[in-house]
């Protein structure tokens, strides 16, 4: 199967301010049963906006204006419910219909999260489940749910490894991060305090032990790394490595990004971890929604448990219940007001009780086995970064290219015109102009074949025709967008 | 490339051209090459002092970030201004219109190391 | 299996081009030590039937606010709003939802263009000039302001009003704990609810980095912004507003015409379901000098090669991708989804129906303390001003008065002794446009039967 692409049909659409009109009205909010307040006889006129305030053009459009302004600009995107989204490190699987219906339950969205315990026992039961579920998955022996996203999971476990050492007396002041790393890791590593000292992964593109040995001492209080790594191979020496950092007295961090490749198959407990994030929005399929919302649970093993945020849930016989600060006195406090996405949660919750313990380690070894035959279909027409079998992820490098006067940003735009979203590219840093391509389980062998038939095209095409590729995409609703305009004259926001 | 003969360089990519006391200083048209369209720079204010080896500004392009390099200790007597509002010229000039700051040189002995246009190529050469 | 898309003949295709007779050489790379010999103990797998059933028992053992379920009289920082119907529809659509960062703004310009209008909505209610495509929640977008102050001024001392959400402090005192700088508290005034500006005045020392109020603050009291922007500005520090309730925005003059620097808050109101706490919409906007200092994602409008209006992510280099260590914040997801539904519900609702919702909220916040107040079981607790939300001193204990309009189906309300131990029977009480009347009469009816 040839999977292409044409015109469509693509409506124009102005700016929401643009199509407003004064007077207008749109969705009427409510009416009032009660008597009007008179704003002026309680509040001092300085600290209300003025009769005539317009609020800087805000917008006035009809309810009709305002869908088709939305579904408009939906038909300009692209998800994983239009197309294949290969893109590395993001895990861009399918995300179920039936986990969307389940968090839109008004048992579940309506709960406010103040109110009385005993009135939202499903909702404390569901969150103390899914704790459960994803320490059985990790083989942590605690978990919290409070963190929004990967990043903020990352900064959670930092301030607890930061708060882990103060306790003891000993505060330590530096991460061990390689080459290979997510840029949330050295950020969140300042974030919390730390000083981030880099170290290069080996020939092989896996961490050396000796490289570890090298640097760490007994002012290093973790080493972050990602297991998978960010090259999609397994670090085979984990544990020897988890040996030399725990033998100073450090801990091992594992951003757990890349844990679709291991449900079911490995626990990171196992390989001397201490603390890890999952990413909910990855690996347990909850959507990306454009940007968010995901969820950064963490888990830890006992010694950092005392440090978690609170509050924690606890069960009393079959009572589900908050304990909050002044129970866990070495708790780092508060990532957030509540208890984190809920809604996400949910999501998870229900992915993790459709599969069962066999469909989450179908999942992993599928994945694996799309990405190595996606490694495999295309190392003929383009240079692996590193040539042994992956994980759930395989990464090119644009070695091939040299001297074609394409480059890795070109073969990601035509790839558009064959109707795929883009991989990753140019991450990881240490592989020149890296093409990251990771299939997820969920795709179909049609779909990966169509994939892999474009590559060959375009890898093709880079030698006979490289202007179909500089000119790349052509039947999007724009061409390539000027990204140095927008930053050498910003323009961040319509004005009247 | 250009390499003009009459500049000294450094191995951070910077350019300085030494008269009398004063040094003029820039960026290389292997560092604009290499960093792309430049979309912004961050550079000190009149007066302040620059220290050999240290950082004494920023320069951006939309997808890479670059600390500016001193390649000799003094102070900043004067700045040029207009590059802050057309960043562009750094990769239009960067010999000329573009030229960052231009420092008082505290201590002349700091100018032995620098390198030649030729040993800069070389430098270069190697570093691909 | 479900959502795996390989049939047994495919992956014997894939086997075979791979050149291996089984997935288990594949697994090969894992080492044999770290292997997990056995299942995972997890429930097993359910049809899609079976899970939606098992979701939905869990579901029926809560009592949900609003729906003839609980009627709610609980705020803090989470508001029961109604929201229209577009919203779902339109923020519905997968194209949104499945999508992931509009990293290739080709194929992304719908959610560009919306979070580019998201961005403009925030800066036209707030009268700032830039603002992001979005953080986490309130608590976490203050705590991110106070570090950008901090950026901005050089300086460390951040001085907090006592009377901003207390998960607000919380929040900020986590992320500041490893810089274990001087954070203070500015006392609020007991009688008026406000933050004193004298307090405020000592609390930020010499040389504050910045001021943190809430506003309306977390006991419902309107403050005087200008006299509190005045007192941190003296110092040339920044003064940062916290809206948990922005809804007041309609109403209420923007923080921009009365001296802020940084607006940050959430904007849950708008779109957003009450969903036990999270996911909720943290918003930031500041003064276009502060932009670089951002945390976050930007969008900016630009052209395509045929001169096109198009949109994209910029000012990237700020950012963890890009800066590492260096960035301003490690924030990579944000909360896009949630800015495309209070984008979606500003729109439908408009410049008319903004102003209308803060007067209803208004109006019915005054109707039910009127009625709390005539029932002589509590008084006002402060003199200040309010807007939608407000504190009462009940006459006595106010847990068991909670527990008996409880059983009446009534969420009466927070007690504030959980955070503030002088604040013992207070209870903080709001209104939106979603407690009827017949409900709020029936509050002031079974408080007085209490």
């Known amino acids: 199967m040839k999977q292409t692409t044409d015109k469509g049909f693509f409506m124009d659409e102005p700016l929401i301010f643009e199509r407003s009109s004064s007077g207008k009205r749109g969705v009427e909010p409510c009416q009032s049963d009660v008597p009007d307040h008179d704003a002026l006889s309680t509040i001092p006129k300085a600290f209300l906006r003025d009769a005539g305030d317009g609020l800087n053009g805000f917008p006035e459009a009809s309810e009709l204006d305002v869908v088709r302004h939305y579904t408009r600009l939906s038909q300009w995107n692209f998800g994983v419910d239009t197309g294949f989204y290969p893109l590395g490190s993001c895990t861009m699987k399918y995300n179920p219909k039936v986990n969307e219906d389940a968090a839109r339950l008004s048992g579940f969205t309506g709960l406010h999260p103040y109110q009385n315990e005993a009135t939202c026992q499903g909702a404390l039961e569901l969150m103390h489940d899914l704790e459960a579920y994803l320490c059985e998955i990790s083989g942590m022996d605690a978990i919290t749910l409070q963190p929004s996203a990967g990043a903020h999971g990352e900064l959670c476990g930092l301030f607890m490894i930061a708060a882990y050492f103060k306790d003891k007396g000993a505060p330590r002041h530096k991460i061990i991060i390689p080459d290979t790393a997510h840029g949330t890791n050295p950020a969140s590593s300042a974030l919390a305090g730390f000083k981030v000292v880099p170290i290069k992964s080996g020939a092989n593109g896996l961490l050396a032990p000796e490289a570890v040995k090298a640097v760490m001492d007994t002012d290093t209080a973790a080493l972050m790394l990602t297991n998978p790594n960010t090259i999609g191979l397994f670090e085979r020496n984990i544990k020897e490595i988890a040996r030399i950092v725990h033998a100073k007295g450090g801990l091992i961090y594992c951003d757990g990004a890349n844990m679709n490749a291991l449900m079911g198959l490995a626990r990171l407990s196992d390989m001397g971890v201490d603390c890890v994030q999952l990413n909910l929005h990855k690996t347990f399929s909850t959507p990306h929604g454009g940007g968010g919302p995901g969820s950064g649970p963490v888990g830890v093993v006992k010694k950092l448990e005392p440090f978690l945020p609170v509050p924690r849930i606890r069960k009393k016989g079959k009572r589900f219940t908050l304990v909050n600060e002044g129970d866990r006195p070495k708790t780092i406090g508060r990532m957030k007001a509540f208890y984190g996405n809920f809604s996400i949660m949910v999501r998870a919750y229900a992915y993790i009780r459709r599969l069962g313990a066999e469909g989450l380690r179908r999942a992993a070894t599928t994945a694996i086995l799309n990405a190595n035959y996606m490694r495999e279909s295309l190392k003929g027409d383009f240079e692996l970064a590193y040539d042994t079998p992956c994980m759930h992820e395989a990464v090119f490098s644009d070695k091939l290219l040299s001297g074609s006067g394409v480059a890795t940003m070109d073969i990601a735009k035509r790839l558009i015109d064959y109707g795929f979203h883009p991989p990753t590219v140019y991450f990881p840093l240490v592989v020149h102009g890296a093409i990251m391509i990771e299939p997820t389980e969920t795709e179909s062998l049609e779909t990966l074949d169509a994939f892999i038939s474009a590559m060959r095209s375009i890898a093709v095409e880079a030698k006979t025709a490289p202007e179909l590729l500089k000119n790349a995409p052509s039947n999007t609703r724009v061409s390539r967008v000027d990204e140095t305009k927008a930053a050498r004259e910003p323009v961040l926001r319509w004005r009247a | 490339m250009d390499f003009p003969k009459d500049l000294k360089y450094t191995k951070e990519h910077e350019w300085i051209k030494v008269e009398g006391n004063t040094a003029t200083i820039g960026i290389t048209d292997y560092a604009q090459d290499s960093l792309g369209d430049v979309v912004y720079v961050e550079l000190p204010q009149e007066g302040q002092a620059v220290t050999k080896h240290e950082a004494f500004g920023v320069v951006e392009s939309v997808k890479a970030v670059s600390d500016l390099y001193s390649p000799v200790s003094g102070s900043v007597s004067e700045v040029n201004d207009a590059i802050i509002d057309s960043p562009e010229a750094i990769n239009e000039d960067p010999y000329g219109d573009a030229w960052m700051i231009k420092v008082d040189v505290s201590n002349k002995a700091e100018l032995s190391d620098l390198l030649s246009a030729e040993d800069y190529q070389k430098f270069i050469e190697e570093e691909k | ?450």
Request: charge should be negative.
């Open chain 3, 1 to 450: 299996m479900p959502y795996v898309s390989l049939s047994d003949k495919d992956v014997a295709h894939i086997l075979k081009t791979i050149g291996i007779d089984s997935t288990e050489t594949l697994l090969g790379t894992l080492p044999d030590d770290l292997r997990i010999k056995d299942k995972l103990n997890l429930p097993d797998g359910l049809s899609e039937q079976e899970t939606m059933a098992l979701m939905r028992s869990m579901a029926a053992k809560n009592s949900p606010v609003g729906q003839g379920g609980l009627s709610s009289f609980l705020g803090a920082g989470a508001y029961n709003h109604y929201v229209p119907s577009t919203v779902e529809h339109l923020a519905g659509r997968s194209e949104f939802y499945t999508a992931y960062t509009p990293y290739q703004p080709e194929i992304s310009q719908g959610t560009l263009m919306a979070m580019f209008e998201y961005q403009t909505l925030v800066c036209q209610m707030t009268s700032m000039d830039v603002a992001n495509a979005s953080l986490y929640d309130g608590a976490s977008a203050t705590a991110e302001a106070v570090l950008m102050a901090r950026r901005v001024t050089g300086r460390g001392r951040v001085a907090l009003s006592g009377a901003l959400h207390p998960e607000y402090q919380r929040t900020i005192k986590t992320y500041l704990k490893s810089a274990s700088e001087d954070i203070t508290e500015a006392l609020f005034c007991t009688e008026a609810g406000t933050t004193l500006v004298e307090a405020a005045d000592a609390a930020m020392g010499d040389e504050p980095a910045c001021l943190v109020v809430q506003h309306p603050n977390f006991f419902g009291c309107l403050e005087d912004v200008s006299a509190l922007a005045e007192a941190v500005h003296r110092k040339k520090g920044l003064l940062i507003i916290v809206v948990t309730e922005p809804v007041s925005l309609g109403l209420l003059k923007p923080p921009g015409e009365v001296g802020c620097d940084i607006v940050v808050g959430d904007n849950q109101s708008f779109g957003n379901a009450l969903n036990f706490g999270g996911p909720y919409l943290g918003f930031m906007a500041t003064k276009t000098e502060f932009v670089r200092q951002l945390p976050g994602r930007i969008i900016g409008q630009t052209v395509d090669r045929d001169g096109r209006r198009a949109f994209c992510l910029t000012f990237s280099t700020r950012e963890q991708h890009i800066r590492r260590e260096r960035a301003t914040s490690n924030i990579c997801t944000n909360h896009g989804l949630c800015a495309l539904q209070a984008a979606i519900h500003l729109t439908s609702i408009g410049l008319g129906g903004l102003k209308a919702l803060s007067r209803v909220n208004l109006s019915k916040a005054h109707y039910l303390r009127q009625r709390l107040l005539e029932t002589k079981v509590c008084r006002p607790a402060f003199s200040a001003p309010i807007f939608n939300e407000f504190t009462v001193r009940l006459d006595k204990d106010a847990d068991a008065v909670l527990q008996r309009l409880l059983k009446k189906d009534i969420l009466a309300g927070l007690t504030l002794d959980r955070f503030y131990p002088a604040l013992t029977n207070h209870l903080l009480i709001a209104a939106t446009e979603l407690n009827s009347k017949d409900d709020i009469d029936r509050f002031a009816e079974e408080l007085s039967n209490s």
